[in-house]
């Protein structure tokens, strides 16, 4: 049997105000609809299904876990710690059971751009770690110092239940080990094509937002710290962007090519039309209604807050909530 366990825990300081305490990294929609946690357990396919996947959270996120991700995930809390809340699903997770049982532990703040070749090197690892009964750990090569820096690892259930028992593993530091390194002696599985990112701080954010490609066009982030951000978007003739405002986010856009034509408004009902050429500016500020259509292929420069997620689409052509 294979479970899954994924920590959905942290809480992103080091990316405020991206982040905020109801938003932690794992609930980030990053260059989609779908939040870091979803695409977690989404990646793991049919390899894992999804009554073997465990997910810790804080005790007050249990709700919107529960609301975001597919019926029979179990949600743990976390709030007693990683260390806690592993060793309560290693003791209801098929400790008891006669079958071999082979434990995956994630993070829900790690990304792939490739899932399909994510997949194929889960198996393999799984593999590895059910013939030979020892942990493995899915390592990328460290350019620099040449050595397997781990993004998760794979644990038969009797190892992990042992090493859970030592007195020494009850730190945080034995945790950041679990999920950041090799352990001595470890078998190493390759993460080789997987395009690995560990959201943890503006420059991944920044690399894994580089170009996104969008219903209406792309969209390129070109600068991102805790103070503001920067991008190029590209809209493809006839094509908009959602009716929309944001919460917290202020933004201003420029455009540099094409034409658009530009809805502006405190409320549905009380919109402006406006026809913005290159060279022209607008401003943005919080809770303004507004819609983008490109009358021609229009690129423009976006500078706003750093609230990358902060989007309430009121109405799209494509489907998207």
Partial sequence: MRLAVIDASAQGYNLRPLTHDEMPTAFLALGESRTLLQRAVDRLGDVIPSENIWVLVEHRLRAKARTDLKPG???????????????????????????????????????????????????????????????????????????????FQCWPLDQLSARLKSSD????????????????????????????????????????????????????LWALNRNYAGKILFIKAGESLSLQYHEV?????????GRMRFLVGPSIDRLEAHILEPGMSYEISPRVIHQMEALE???FIEVSTPHLTDVIRLEDRYGRT
Avoid at 87 to 103: F, L
Avoid at 249 to 257: G, L, N
């Fill in 249 to 257: 986010k202020d933004e201003t856009i420029r455009i540099v090519s």
């Fill in 169 to 220: 593993l009850r730190s945080m530091n034995w945790v950041s080990h679990l999920l950041a390194s090799t352990e001595d002696k470890m078998q190493v599985a390759s993460l080789a094509d997987v395009g690995w990112v560990t959201v943890d701080d503006w420059e991944s954010v920044k690399h894994l937002l580089d170009y996104v490609e969008k219903p209406w066009g792309h969209e390129r």
């Fill in 297 to 299: 292929d229009c690129t």
């Fill in 73 to 151: 995930i179990h949600i743990i809390d976390s709030d007693g710690g990683f260390f806690t809340a592993l060793s309560q699903v290693v003791s209801n997770s098929g400790a008891q059971k006669n079958e071999a049982t082979t434990i995956l532990i994630e993070s829900a703040t790690h990304m792939v751009k490739n899932d399909r070749r994510f997949r194929q090197c889960l198996i393999a690892g799984f593999e590895k770690a059910e013939l030979t009964g020892q942990a493995v750990a899915f390592a990328t090569e460290y350019e620099k110092l040449g050595l397997p820096i781990a993004g």
